[in-house]
């Protein structure tokens, strides 16, 4: 899109995104805590998640094509109490573990981003045990309809400012698409941010 835009994506999203994300760092102990085993974390960013993961959890993989904040990211990963695997790949491709790898699948708003959120969440299930888990915080679509028409009408602007971030994908949908089975979905506002990108899904699916 243009050298400023590719500025942008590469020096000055990065920090803002680790910002932004840091004022989420409440939800993520209640999403995490039941992962355990050998996790497979979708659309890791800057690593926010390495402290909110529960004692289980033995190893974590990672699958995210941005390489953000290096210096900052390593620093994090080596706090952790658990072995890093971290892949600079897109989750929507095909990846590069074993059938049935993991005890559990971890995504957090990151469905928003990935061009195609149901194959990612495919290729999660093929990676993922019999009977896994995938746990995941998103934001997304309102279930009011008025705030669901902006979100449509915003969406085009916070494509570009976000990277490719949508405000308005059904993350339910998307969940169920892909083959899981919802056991959980909580559905609530954000404090502190605007309905357009604060209305949020917490869950739990397991694979079928
Ligand atoms: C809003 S950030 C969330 C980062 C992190 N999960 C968190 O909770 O702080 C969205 C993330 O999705 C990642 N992403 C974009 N396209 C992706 C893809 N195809 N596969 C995996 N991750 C992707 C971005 O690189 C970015 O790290």
């Given at each position: 899109m243009g050298r400023i835009y590719d500025f942008y994506e590469r020096r000055i999203f990065p920090r803002v995104l680790d910002r932004t994300m840091r004022a989420?760092?409440?939800?993520?102990t209640p999403t995490l805590a039941s992962a355990h085993g050998d996790v497979l974390e979708l659309g890791f960013g800057t690593g926010l998640n390495l402290r909110h993961y529960p004692a289980g959890v033995t190893r974590l993989s990672t699958a995210d094509p941005m390489d953000a904040l290096p210096e900052t990211v390593e620093k994090r990963i080596a706090a952790a109490p658990f072995p890093v695997d971290v892949h600079h790949l897109p989750a929507d491709g095909r990846l590069p573990f074993a059938p049935a790898a993991f005890d559990c699948v971890t995504v957090t708003w990151t469905l928003c981003t990935i061009p195609d959120p149901v194959a990612a969440l495919v290729e999660a299930a093929r990676v993922l045990k019999p009977g896994g888990s995938l746990l995941f915080i998103e934001h997304g679509r309102s279930q009011d309809p008025s705030i669901a028409r902006w979100q449509d009408r915003w969406n085009p602007i916070q494509r570009v400012i976000g990277c490719g971030c949508n405000v308005n994908r059904q993350i339910d949908e998307i969940v169920r698409r892909a083959g899981f089975n919802l056991t959980r979905l909580d559905r609530f506002l954000a404090p502190g941010l605007p309905r357009l990108v604060g209305e949020m899904y917490r869950g739990v699916a397991l694979r079928s």
């Open positions: 989420l760092n409440d939800l993520r």
